[in-house]
Structures are given as structure tokens and as C-alpha cells.
T-cell receptor
């Protein structure tokens, strides 16, 4: 079945760039998403990319999609302490269901 | 702004109790979802509903049931709570053709 994988932890210094990676298995994915979960809160959609795109930029966020390798990444430029959270990658195939990764906990230190 | 609310932020129940988790959305969305979130496992879909009185099993429906009598409300029911159902439960809603799901704040359920 479909599977989405992420590393569990990432630690970066404030001001550096963060890159969170994700791999997925479903080649029929139509949309791929990045969600952010702050402590004690639900998930908030950060950005998404349609499967026929290679890159999407939105302010400090850059999403790169390598469809051949089924690899998605989220780059956060100038990472701030407020970016500390869990980041979930998710993919959507031909249904309304989302398949989520395990989440990557990003820790930003001064 | 889309709002998805869940009836409780924290809940403590005893083994064997019947537990109801309520979710309400105010944007007339067709689809509603229940997930559970566990460390290292991400979000796993329990059940979803694409219309009133309609439901579909997700990836881990065992031990759960759902009810959707009104479009805005989707309830998750644990018929007889067990300790392995201790988890964070997240509700979400969305339109059928929309790319986005909107999440509630979550209910942290502890079964003792």
C-alpha cells in the first residue's frame, strides 16, 4: 500500500536553513502537502504542491518535488525559534484520503 | 475562517467505558475524518465520512465506530475503551474537490 517516510528529528541553529525530507511510494499522487503542528495544537497546512510541478516557493518556504525518485523536501530559509514544531509530509492519490508521514520534529536552537 | 472544534482537549477514561469524541465544522464541508496520532507513527486514519450517514473505514478502524447524523458533526465512538487506545485524536474536514483538510486542535485521550 501507500507509504510516506520521514526522518524523526532535525536540529538546526537559528538563522540557518532547514531541509526536511520525505519519500513516498504512491506514483498516482496528485497533491503533496506539508503540514505544521505546534505543541498542543492540531495540524496547519503550510504549503502544497501539485504533482506536475517541480518547485513551489512561498516566502521562506521552498518545496521541491522529484517525481521520478518520489522525493519531496521542504526548505525553510532563515529558520526561527517559532519554526520549532513537528512537520508532516502527506500525499493524496485519487481519493480524498491523505496518507501522512511519521512527522519530523524540528528543533531550532539559538 | 474555517473552524473545526473538538468537544474536549483532554479526556481520562477507564478501561471498558464507552467514549464519545465529538467534532463540529462550520464550513459546510462534505468530508470529515478521524485520525489518531502516536509518536513515531504519524497520523493514521480511523474512519472518514463523505456525506451525512455515510462512512468508510480507514486504516485502523478496529475498536472504533463513527456517526454522522448531521453534515457539520462527526462523532467517534469507542464502544469499550482499552489502554491501547490512549492517544491524540484529531478530527479534520474538507471539500471533496479541495486540496486542503482543516484540522481541529485534537483530544488527548488517556485510558487507565
Amino acid at each position: 500500500g501507500e507509504d510516506v517516510e520521514q526522518s524523526l528529528f532535525l536540529s538546526v541553529r537559528e538563522g540557518d536553513s532547514s531541509v526536511i525530507n520525505c519519500t513516498y511510494t504512491d506514483s498516482s499522487s496528485t497533491y503533496l502537502y506539508w503540514y505544521k503542528q505546534e505543541p498542543g495544537a492540531g495540524l496547519q497546512l503550510l504549503t502544497y504542491i501539485f504533482s506536475n510541478m517541480d518547485m513551489k516557493q512561498d516566502q521562506r518556504l521552498t518545496v521541491l518535488l522529484n517525481k521520478k525518485d518520489k522525493h519531496l523536501s521542504l526548505r525553510i530559509a532563515d529558520t526561527q525559534t517559532g519554526d520549532s514544531a513537528i512537520y508532516f509530509c502527506a500525499e493524496r492519490g485519487n481519493t480524498d484520503k491523505l496518507i501522512f508521514g511519521t512527522g519530523t520534529r524540528l528543533q531550532v536552537f539559538p | 475562517d474555517v473552524k473545526v472544534t473538538q468537544s474536549s482537549r483532554y479526556l481520562v477514561k477507564r478501561t471498558g467505558e464507552k467514549v464519545f469524541l465529538e467534532c463540529v465544522q462550520d464550513m459546510d464541508h462534505e468530508n470529515m475524518f478521524w485520525y489518531r496520532q502516536d509518536p513515531g507513527l504519524g497520523l493514521r486514519l480511523i474512519y472518514f465520512s463523505y456525506d451525512v450517514k455515510m462512512k468508510e473505514k480507514g486504516d485502523i478502524p478496529e475498536g472504533y465506530s463513527v456517526s454522522r447524523e448531521k453534515k457539520e458533526r462527526f462523532s467517534l465512538i469507542l464502544e469499550s475503551a482499552s489502554t491501547n487506545q490512549t492517544s491524540m485524536y484529531l478530527c479534520a474536514s474538507g471539500r471533496s474537490i479541495s486540496y486542503e483538510q482543516y484540522f481541529g486542535p485534537g483530544t488527548r485521550l488517556t485510558v487507565t
